[in-house]
């Protein structure tokens, strides 16, 4: 007697699950990709939080190098610091742009100049001039330093500033 063995068949897969493990690797791939262009935008945003960060330090930077040239110089030069010391806005085609005479002291004009170099958007050294601002108060000797920027993508000014009192 021979014995006749019947293998089962393995069932195929039904007609409405074709293409199934295709689709499920294109939404995981889909899924992937949106995380990744959501990473890629934090990498962008971080890039300019830390450009800007860096463009306010060194404003801190010079305004407080301005007012220690300040404060090691004669007392009776402390109002030829003054730069541009009329109007409110950084902004040069604002309603109220600074305005007023351009400082002639050497320490301004060095500062000036090397500020230049150091914030966006000083292109010239017209530009750079004209947007920063040193008033003196001479009753209370209080200085006060504006500073302005414009970072080459954006509408708007950045702007940084201090002021402080000179005694003595």
């Known amino acids: 007697m021979r014995t006749t063995v019947i293998t089962p068949r393995q069932p195929g897969p ?3 699950q074709r293409g199934i493990m295709l689709l499920e690797v294109l939404i995981s791939i889909a899924i992937f990709s949106i995380g990744v262009l959501g990473l890629i935008g934090l990498q962008a945003a971080a890039i300019r939080n830390a450009d800007d960060a860096r463009q306010r330090a060194v404003a801190a930077f010079y305004a407080n190098q301005l007012i220690s040239r300040m404060w090691t110089d004669d007392r009776a030069n402390l109002a030829s610091y003054a730069h541009q010391p009329r109007g409110t806005m950084c902004d040069p085609v604002s309603a ?3 305005a007023g005479a351009a400082s002639a002291n050497a320490n301004v004009t060095n ?8 914030l966006n958007g000083l292109t ?9 601002q040193i008033t003196v108060d001479a009753a209370t000797n209080i200085v006060t330093v504006t500073m302005c ?5 954006e509408a708007v000014y ?5 002021a402080a009192q000179i005694r003595g």
């Open 124 to 132: 010239s050294a017209a530009v750079a001039s004209s947007l920063q």
């Open 96 to 98: 109220d742009p600074f």
């Open 149 to 153: 920027w414009k970072n080459p993508e």
């Open 14 to 16: 039904a007609k409405s």
């Open 111 to 118: 500062w000036l100049a090397a500020l230049r170099t150091e």
């Open 158 to 162: 950045h702007f940084y500033t201090t």
